[in-house]
Protein backbone atom coordinates (compact mmCIF):
# COMPACT_ATOMS: atom_id res chain seq x y z
CA UNK A 1 0.00 0.00 0.00
CA UNK A 2 1.41 3.30 -1.00
CA UNK A 3 2.13 5.92 1.87
CA UNK A 4 -0.40 8.31 2.51
CA UNK A 5 0.77 11.85 1.50
CA UNK A 6 -0.60 14.79 4.42
CA UNK A 7 -2.58 17.22 3.03
CA UNK A 8 -0.67 20.06 3.17
CA UNK A 9 -3.72 22.46 2.66
CA UNK A 10 -4.70 21.15 6.08
CA UNK A 11 -2.89 22.92 8.85
CA UNK A 12 -3.89 20.54 11.41
CA UNK A 13 -1.91 17.85 9.60
CA UNK A 14 1.35 20.10 9.88
CA UNK A 15 1.68 19.37 13.26
CA UNK A 16 3.21 16.09 11.78
CA UNK A 17 5.96 18.09 9.65
CA UNK A 18 9.01 19.21 10.98
CA UNK A 19 8.32 23.44 10.46
CA UNK A 20 11.50 22.82 7.62
CA UNK A 21 10.08 20.21 5.78
CA UNK A 22 6.25 21.84 6.02
CA UNK A 23 7.51 25.04 4.52
CA UNK A 24 9.27 23.39 1.38
CA UNK A 25 6.09 21.68 0.41
CA UNK A 26 3.75 24.38 1.76
CA UNK A 27 6.15 26.83 -0.78
CA UNK A 28 5.18 25.11 -3.72
CA UNK A 29 1.26 25.07 -3.35
CA UNK A 30 -0.85 27.59 -4.93
CA UNK A 31 -5.00 28.00 -5.15
CA UNK A 32 -7.54 30.56 -5.63
CA UNK A 33 -7.01 32.67 -2.05
CA UNK A 34 -9.71 35.13 -1.28
CA UNK A 35 -6.98 37.59 -0.37
CA UNK A 36 -4.68 38.87 -3.42
CA UNK A 37 -1.56 39.39 -3.36
CA UNK A 38 -0.52 36.38 -1.41
CA UNK A 39 0.12 32.64 -2.65
CA UNK A 40 -1.61 29.92 -0.57
CA UNK A 41 0.34 28.04 2.20
CA UNK A 42 3.02 30.25 2.35
CA UNK A 43 4.93 31.13 5.59
CA UNK A 44 5.45 34.79 6.94
CA UNK A 45 6.68 36.21 10.27
CA UNK A 46 5.13 38.98 12.53
CA UNK A 47 8.38 40.92 11.76
CA UNK A 48 7.80 41.03 8.55
CA UNK A 49 3.88 42.47 9.19
CA UNK A 50 4.56 45.12 11.47
CA UNK A 51 4.92 48.42 10.34
CA UNK A 52 3.26 47.49 7.25
CA UNK A 53 1.09 50.10 5.82
CA UNK A 54 -2.86 49.56 5.74
CA UNK A 55 -4.55 51.16 2.83
CA UNK A 56 -8.68 52.16 2.89
CA UNK A 57 -10.65 50.97 0.36
CA UNK A 58 -9.38 54.12 -2.78
CA UNK A 59 -6.11 53.32 -1.62
CA UNK A 60 -5.50 55.78 0.69
CA UNK A 61 -3.22 55.30 3.55
CA UNK A 62 -4.89 54.77 6.79
CA UNK A 63 -2.21 53.77 9.51
CA UNK A 64 0.47 51.12 9.91
CA UNK A 65 0.34 47.67 11.36
CA UNK A 66 1.18 47.48 15.23
CA UNK A 67 -0.53 44.14 16.67
CA UNK A 68 -2.23 41.31 15.68
CA UNK A 69 -5.19 39.58 17.83
CA UNK A 70 -5.42 35.99 17.23
CA UNK A 71 -8.22 33.39 18.87
CA UNK A 72 -6.90 32.13 21.93
CA UNK A 73 -9.20 29.18 22.12
CA UNK A 74 -7.94 27.51 19.39
CA UNK A 75 -4.60 26.06 21.46
CA UNK A 76 -3.38 24.64 17.45
CA UNK A 77 -3.05 26.90 15.13
CA UNK A 78 -4.85 29.98 16.10
CA UNK A 79 -6.78 32.45 13.18
CA UNK A 80 -5.96 36.37 13.33
CA UNK A 81 -8.66 37.63 14.73
CA UNK A 82 -8.43 41.46 13.99
CA UNK A 83 -5.04 43.14 13.41
CA UNK A 84 -4.08 46.61 15.43
CA UNK A 85 -2.94 49.97 13.60
CA UNK A 86 -1.99 53.45 14.91
CA UNK A 87 -2.59 56.32 12.68
CA UNK A 88 -0.07 58.64 13.88
CA UNK A 89 2.93 57.76 16.64
CA UNK A 90 0.85 59.13 19.36
CA UNK A 91 -2.99 57.65 18.54
CA UNK A 92 -4.77 55.23 19.81
CA UNK A 93 -4.12 51.76 18.45
CA UNK A 94 -7.38 50.79 16.22
CA UNK A 95 -8.70 47.79 15.59
CA UNK A 96 -10.00 46.39 12.27
CA UNK A 97 -11.21 42.54 11.49
CA UNK A 98 -9.42 40.44 9.85
CA UNK A 99 -12.04 39.57 7.83
CA UNK A 100 -12.32 43.29 6.63
CA UNK A 101 -9.02 42.94 5.01
CA UNK A 102 -9.23 42.11 1.24
CA UNK A 103 -5.23 42.34 0.07
CA UNK A 104 -2.43 40.93 1.84
CA UNK A 105 0.65 42.05 -0.14
CA UNK A 106 4.54 42.32 -0.01
CA UNK A 107 4.28 46.12 0.96
CA UNK A 108 1.46 46.72 1.90
CA UNK A 109 -2.49 45.65 3.65
CA UNK A 110 -5.74 46.69 2.12
CA UNK A 111 -8.98 46.42 3.94
CA UNK A 112 -12.52 47.04 2.35
CA UNK A 113 -13.76 49.46 4.68
CA UNK A 114 -12.72 52.22 7.83
CA UNK A 115 -15.88 52.54 9.56
CA UNK A 116 -14.10 50.47 12.38
CA UNK A 117 -11.21 53.08 12.51
CA UNK A 118 -13.69 55.35 13.87
CA UNK A 119 -14.35 53.52 17.11
CA UNK A 120 -12.10 52.71 20.05
CA UNK A 121 -10.79 48.75 19.68
CA UNK A 122 -12.78 46.52 21.55
CA UNK A 123 -10.67 43.36 22.15
CA UNK A 124 -12.62 40.33 22.96
CA UNK A 125 -11.71 38.03 26.18
CA UNK A 126 -10.21 34.87 24.10
CA UNK A 127 -8.02 37.18 22.05
CA UNK A 128 -4.27 36.90 22.82
CA UNK A 129 -2.08 40.26 21.77
CA UNK A 130 0.83 39.30 19.83
CA UNK A 131 2.95 42.53 19.96
CA UNK A 132 1.59 42.67 24.36
CA UNK A 133 1.13 39.02 25.11
CA UNK A 134 3.93 36.78 23.64
CA UNK A 135 6.86 38.47 21.66
CA UNK A 136 9.48 38.90 24.48
CA UNK A 137 7.87 36.63 26.57
CA UNK A 138 9.16 33.52 28.45
CA UNK A 139 7.40 30.22 27.54
CA UNK A 140 7.91 27.06 28.37
CA UNK A 141 8.85 24.59 25.39
CA UNK A 142 6.41 21.76 26.91
CA UNK A 143 7.99 19.37 24.56
CA UNK A 144 11.65 20.26 25.00
CA UNK A 145 11.05 21.12 28.81
CA UNK A 146 12.95 24.16 27.92
CA UNK A 147 12.17 27.93 28.85
CA UNK A 148 12.29 29.54 25.38
CA UNK A 149 12.14 33.29 24.55
CA UNK A 150 9.70 34.41 21.50
CA UNK A 151 11.86 35.97 19.80
CA UNK A 152 9.20 36.24 16.46
CA UNK A 153 6.18 34.28 15.18
CA UNK A 154 5.55 31.99 12.56
CA UNK A 155 1.99 32.55 10.50
CA UNK A 156 0.96 30.15 7.99
CA UNK A 157 -1.43 31.89 5.28
CA UNK A 158 -3.90 29.27 4.42
CA UNK A 159 -7.48 29.97 2.36
CA UNK A 160 -7.44 33.57 3.21
CA UNK A 161 -6.64 32.80 7.33
CA UNK A 162 -3.94 34.05 8.91
CA UNK A 163 -2.58 31.44 11.37
CA UNK A 164 0.03 31.03 14.30
CA UNK A 165 1.89 27.74 13.84
CA UNK A 166 4.94 28.05 15.36
CA UNK A 167 7.34 30.38 18.24
CA UNK A 168 10.84 31.24 16.70
CA UNK A 169 13.12 31.01 19.44
CA UNK A 170 16.18 31.33 17.97
CA UNK A 171 19.13 33.91 17.76
CA UNK A 172 18.30 35.04 13.58
CA UNK A 173 14.78 36.11 14.58
CA UNK A 174 16.26 39.11 16.68
CA UNK A 175 18.28 39.93 13.83
CA UNK A 176 15.25 39.84 11.48
CA UNK A 177 13.35 41.79 14.17
CA UNK A 178 15.75 44.81 14.32
CA UNK A 179 16.19 44.59 10.52
CA UNK A 180 19.44 44.04 10.26
CA UNK A 181 19.09 39.94 8.08
CA UNK A 182 19.90 41.38 5.06
CA UNK A 183 23.45 42.24 6.29
CA UNK A 184 24.09 39.84 9.01
CA UNK A 185 23.35 37.08 6.50
CA UNK A 186 25.19 38.13 3.72
CA UNK A 187 28.27 38.71 6.37
CA UNK A 188 27.98 35.10 7.44
CA UNK A 189 27.54 33.69 3.65
CA UNK A 190 30.77 35.26 2.79
CA UNK A 191 32.42 34.32 5.71
CA UNK A 192 31.02 30.73 6.12
CA UNK A 193 28.87 29.68 3.21
CA UNK A 194 27.45 26.43 5.34
CA UNK A 195 26.98 28.21 8.74
CA UNK A 196 24.25 26.37 10.66
CA UNK A 197 22.80 29.97 11.65
CA UNK A 198 22.52 30.70 8.00
CA UNK A 199 20.03 27.32 7.81
CA UNK A 200 18.94 26.13 11.30
CA UNK A 201 15.40 26.88 12.50
CA UNK A 202 14.54 27.21 15.99
CA UNK A 203 11.05 26.80 15.99
CA UNK A 204 8.60 25.91 18.64
CA UNK A 205 5.26 24.57 17.55
CA UNK A 206 2.28 26.94 19.40
CA UNK A 207 0.67 23.84 20.43
CA UNK A 208 3.66 23.11 22.62
CA UNK A 209 4.42 26.73 24.34
CA UNK A 210 2.57 27.35 27.63
CA UNK A 211 3.25 31.22 28.64
CA UNK A 212 4.71 32.20 32.30
CA UNK A 213 3.77 35.66 31.62
CA UNK A 214 1.91 36.98 35.08
CA UNK A 215 1.25 40.32 33.19
CA UNK A 216 -1.27 38.61 31.09
CA UNK A 217 -3.86 36.25 32.39
CA UNK A 218 -5.41 36.19 28.50
CA UNK A 219 -2.45 34.19 27.54
CA UNK A 220 -3.86 30.63 28.57
CA UNK A 221 -4.17 27.46 26.62
CA UNK A 222 -6.97 24.93 27.04
CA UNK A 223 -3.83 22.28 27.13
CA UNK A 224 -2.13 23.77 29.46
CA UNK A 225 -2.98 21.20 32.46
CA UNK A 226 -2.68 18.27 30.98
CA UNK A 227 0.32 19.12 28.98
CA UNK A 228 2.46 20.25 31.51
CA UNK A 229 1.57 17.16 34.13
CA UNK A 230 3.26 14.97 31.15
CA UNK A 231 6.36 16.33 31.64
CA UNK A 232 8.56 14.44 33.75
CA UNK A 233 9.08 16.12 37.28
CA UNK A 234 12.86 16.46 37.65
CA UNK A 235 12.34 18.50 34.07
CA UNK A 236 9.49 20.59 35.49
CA UNK A 237 12.00 21.39 38.62
CA UNK A 238 14.58 22.69 35.62
CA UNK A 239 12.17 24.42 34.29
CA UNK A 240 10.76 26.70 37.07
CA UNK A 241 14.27 26.94 38.69
CA UNK A 242 15.26 29.48 35.23
CA UNK A 243 12.05 31.65 36.14
CA UNK A 244 11.49 34.34 38.55
CA UNK A 245 9.60 33.98 41.52
CA UNK A 246 6.27 35.50 39.65
CA UNK A 247 6.59 33.76 37.28
CA UNK A 248 7.37 30.26 39.00
CA UNK A 249 4.06 30.88 40.95
CA UNK A 250 1.77 31.51 37.76
CA UNK A 251 3.45 28.15 36.16
CA UNK A 252 3.29 25.88 39.50
CA UNK A 253 -0.10 27.43 40.38
CA UNK A 254 -1.25 25.82 37.09
CA UNK A 255 -0.19 21.91 37.75
CA UNK A 256 -2.54 19.32 38.72
CA UNK A 257 -2.27 18.56 42.47
CA UNK A 258 -0.63 14.83 41.51
CA UNK A 259 2.37 16.83 39.11
CA UNK A 260 2.82 19.53 41.68
CA UNK A 261 3.81 17.78 44.27
CA UNK A 262 6.00 15.02 42.18
CA UNK A 263 7.46 18.10 41.22
CA UNK A 264 8.07 19.58 45.04
CA UNK A 265 9.65 16.06 45.19
CA UNK A 266 12.39 16.97 42.75
CA UNK A 267 13.17 20.34 43.14
CA UNK A 268 15.87 21.50 45.71
CA UNK A 269 15.35 23.02 49.41
CA UNK A 270 15.66 26.50 48.19
CA UNK A 271 13.37 26.42 45.17
CA UNK A 272 10.90 24.01 47.31
CA UNK A 273 10.71 26.82 50.06
CA UNK A 274 9.98 29.70 47.31
CA UNK A 275 7.08 27.43 45.52
CA UNK A 276 5.71 26.70 49.05
CA UNK A 277 6.06 30.70 49.73
CA UNK A 278 3.67 31.11 46.55
CA UNK A 279 0.60 28.81 47.92
CA UNK A 280 -1.89 29.41 50.63
CA UNK A 281 -1.57 27.37 53.57
CA UNK A 282 -4.22 24.91 52.85
CA UNK A 283 -2.99 24.42 48.99
CA UNK A 284 0.22 23.97 50.30
CA UNK A 285 -0.51 21.14 52.87
CA UNK A 286 -2.62 19.33 49.95
CA UNK A 287 0.99 19.63 48.18
CA UNK A 288 2.54 18.24 51.41
CA UNK A 289 -0.07 15.34 51.70
CA UNK A 290 0.58 13.89 48.24
CA UNK A 291 4.14 14.08 48.69
CA UNK A 292 5.99 11.03 49.11
CA UNK A 293 6.01 11.32 53.31
CA UNK A 294 9.66 11.15 53.58
CA UNK A 295 10.22 14.18 51.10
CA UNK A 296 7.21 15.86 52.85
CA UNK A 297 9.22 15.99 56.42
CA UNK A 298 12.68 16.40 54.56
CA UNK A 299 10.95 19.64 53.34
CA UNK A 300 9.29 20.59 56.56
CA UNK A 301 12.14 20.24 58.13
CA UNK A 302 13.74 22.68 55.79
CA UNK A 303 11.40 25.47 57.04
CA UNK A 304 11.28 28.17 59.44
CA UNK A 305 9.71 25.92 62.95
CA UNK A 306 6.55 28.44 62.92
CA UNK A 307 6.03 27.80 59.30
CA UNK A 308 5.80 23.87 59.75
CA UNK A 309 3.33 24.01 62.33
CA UNK A 310 1.36 26.11 60.14
CA UNK A 311 1.50 23.54 57.21
CA UNK A 312 1.25 20.47 59.80
CA UNK A 313 -1.62 22.59 61.47
CA UNK A 314 -3.68 22.85 58.07
CA UNK A 315 -3.02 19.34 57.14
CA UNK A 316 -4.88 15.98 58.18
CA UNK A 317 -4.43 14.59 61.48
CA UNK A 318 -3.34 11.09 60.18
CA UNK A 319 -0.67 12.26 57.34
CA UNK A 320 0.35 15.31 59.95
CA UNK A 321 0.98 12.57 62.72
CA UNK A 322 3.04 11.09 59.82
CA UNK A 323 5.53 13.46 59.37
CA UNK A 324 5.22 15.05 63.10
CA UNK A 325 7.01 11.05 63.55
CA UNK A 326 9.47 11.16 60.64
CA UNK A 327 10.66 14.91 61.87
CA UNK A 328 11.77 13.41 65.05
CA UNK A 329 14.81 12.10 62.83
CA UNK A 330 17.89 14.18 61.57
CA UNK A 331 17.49 13.96 57.51
CA UNK A 332 21.04 12.72 57.27
CA UNK A 333 19.94 9.38 59.11
CA UNK A 334 17.84 5.99 58.66
CA UNK A 335 15.05 7.48 60.61
CA UNK A 336 14.77 10.55 58.30
CA UNK A 337 15.14 8.61 55.03
CA UNK A 338 12.53 6.15 55.55
CA UNK A 339 8.65 6.29 54.14
CA UNK A 340 6.20 5.15 56.51
CA UNK A 341 4.25 3.51 53.61
CA UNK A 342 5.31 0.00 52.52
CA UNK A 343 3.51 -3.19 52.01
CA UNK A 344 3.06 -4.65 55.23
CA UNK A 345 1.33 -8.37 55.86
CA UNK A 346 0.34 -9.60 59.62
CA UNK A 347 -0.07 -12.89 60.31
CA UNK A 348 0.42 -16.73 57.90
CA UNK A 349 -2.29 -16.07 54.86
CA UNK A 350 -2.39 -17.92 51.77
CA UNK A 351 -0.81 -16.46 48.72
CA UNK A 352 -3.88 -15.55 47.33
CA UNK A 353 -5.17 -13.53 50.33
CA UNK A 354 -1.85 -12.57 50.70
CA UNK A 355 -1.48 -10.78 46.91
CA UNK A 356 -5.64 -9.66 47.43
CA UNK A 357 -3.90 -7.39 50.57
CA UNK A 358 -1.19 -6.09 48.32
CA UNK A 359 -3.04 -4.95 46.15
CA UNK A 360 -5.28 -3.15 48.73
CA UNK A 361 -2.04 -1.47 49.83
CA UNK A 362 -0.64 -0.32 46.49
CA UNK A 363 -2.78 2.47 45.84
CA UNK A 364 -1.12 4.48 48.29
CA UNK A 365 2.49 2.57 48.27
CA UNK A 366 5.11 3.70 45.56
CA UNK A 367 7.50 1.42 45.96
CA UNK A 368 5.84 -2.41 45.89
CA UNK A 369 9.28 -4.80 45.26
CA UNK A 370 9.09 -5.87 48.84
CA UNK A 371 6.58 -7.23 51.09
CA UNK A 372 7.27 -6.91 55.29
CA UNK A 373 5.43 -9.72 57.27
CA UNK A 374 4.79 -8.53 60.86
CA UNK A 375 3.14 -9.90 64.15
CA UNK A 376 0.26 -8.95 66.36
CA UNK A 377 2.60 -6.35 68.02
CA UNK A 378 4.06 -4.55 64.83
CA UNK A 379 7.13 -6.07 65.23
CA UNK A 380 9.26 -7.49 62.01
CA UNK A 381 8.85 -11.26 61.27
CA UNK A 382 10.60 -11.13 57.38
CA UNK A 383 10.04 -10.35 54.06
CA UNK A 384 9.04 -11.93 50.95
CA UNK A 385 9.72 -10.37 46.81
CA UNK A 386 6.70 -9.57 45.17
CA UNK A 387 7.65 -11.91 42.26
CA UNK A 388 8.47 -14.86 45.07
CA UNK A 389 4.24 -14.14 46.05
CA UNK A 390 3.38 -14.31 41.85
CA UNK A 391 5.52 -17.63 41.15
CA UNK A 392 3.80 -19.32 44.49
CA UNK A 393 0.56 -21.51 44.62
CA UNK A 394 -2.20 -19.05 45.18
CA UNK A 395 -3.70 -21.80 47.87
CA UNK A 396 -0.22 -22.33 49.78
CA UNK A 397 0.72 -20.66 52.83
CA UNK A 398 2.98 -17.18 52.98
CA UNK A 399 5.20 -18.46 55.99
CA UNK A 400 7.24 -20.69 53.68
CA UNK A 401 8.27 -18.07 51.22
CA UNK A 402 9.10 -15.38 54.14
CA UNK A 403 12.46 -14.95 54.75
CA UNK A 404 14.57 -13.24 57.86
CA UNK A 405 15.94 -9.68 56.26
CA UNK A 406 19.59 -9.84 56.28
CA UNK A 407 20.10 -5.78 57.06
CA UNK A 408 17.24 -4.44 59.04
CA UNK A 409 17.96 -0.60 60.20
CA UNK A 410 18.33 0.94 63.01
CA UNK A 411 16.63 4.82 63.33
CA UNK A 412 20.09 6.05 63.90
CA UNK A 413 21.93 4.43 61.13
CA UNK A 414 24.33 6.75 58.69
CA UNK A 415 23.06 7.09 54.78
CA UNK A 416 26.99 5.87 54.26
CA UNK A 417 25.97 2.20 56.63
CA UNK A 418 22.86 2.01 54.62
CA UNK A 419 24.12 2.08 51.38
CA UNK A 420 27.03 -0.30 52.03
CA UNK A 421 23.87 -2.47 53.19
CA UNK A 422 22.23 -2.12 50.55
CA UNK A 423 24.96 -2.92 48.19
CA UNK A 424 26.10 -5.73 49.65
CA UNK A 425 22.90 -7.36 49.61
CA UNK A 426 21.81 -5.92 46.77
CA UNK A 427 18.32 -4.74 47.67
CA UNK A 428 15.60 -2.24 46.75
CA UNK A 429 14.53 -1.73 50.16
CA UNK A 430 15.28 -2.20 54.18
CA UNK A 431 13.11 -1.93 57.05
CA UNK A 432 13.66 0.44 59.79
CA UNK A 433 12.93 -1.19 63.60
CA UNK A 434 13.00 0.24 66.63
CA UNK A 435 15.32 -1.43 69.19
CA UNK A 436 12.31 -3.22 70.53
CA UNK A 437 12.21 -4.55 66.67
CA UNK A 438 8.85 -2.75 65.95
CA UNK A 439 8.80 -1.99 61.91
CA UNK A 440 8.70 1.92 61.86
CA UNK A 441 9.65 2.23 57.92
CA UNK A 442 11.85 1.41 54.79
CA UNK A 443 14.35 3.09 53.22
CA UNK A 444 14.22 2.31 49.32
CA UNK A 445 16.64 2.43 46.60
CA UNK A 446 16.08 6.17 45.62
CA UNK A 447 16.51 7.28 48.62
CA UNK A 448 19.96 5.66 49.00
CA UNK A 449 21.45 7.25 45.48
CA UNK A 450 20.52 10.49 46.55
CA UNK A 451 21.86 10.67 49.87
CA UNK A 452 24.83 8.72 48.29
CA UNK A 453 24.79 11.51 45.32
CA UNK A 454 24.47 14.03 47.67
CA UNK A 455 27.65 13.16 50.04
Partial sequence: MAKRNPRVDDPFELERLDASVATTMLS???????????????????SELVGLPILGPKGEKLGRLVDLWIDGSDPAYPPVRAIAIRRRRKDQVRRIAWSDVVELGQRHLRVRRVEELLRPPQRMPNEISVAEDVIDRQLVDTNGAKVRRANDLHFLFLRGELRLAHVDVGFRALIRRVGFQAWVDGAVRTVKPKARYLTEENFVRWKNVQSVSTSSPRLRLDVTRSTLAKIHPADLAEILADLNHPQRAALFGQLPKEAAAWTLEEADAELQRDLLSSLKADKAADLLEAMEPDEAADLLG??????SAKLLAAMHRKEATQLQQLLQYPPNVAGGMMTPDFLKISGNPTVEQALRE?????KSVKYIHDVFIIDSEGKLVGSATLRD????????LLSPL???????????????????????????SLPVQTQDGKLVGVVTVDDVLEHTLDG
Fill in 358 to 362: IRSQA
Fill in 302 to 307: ELPAHE
Fill in 28 to 46: AVSGNPSIASRPDGGFLFF
Fill in 389 to 396: LLLADPSK
Fill in 402 to 428: VKQHPAPLDPQDSPQRVAELAAKYKLL
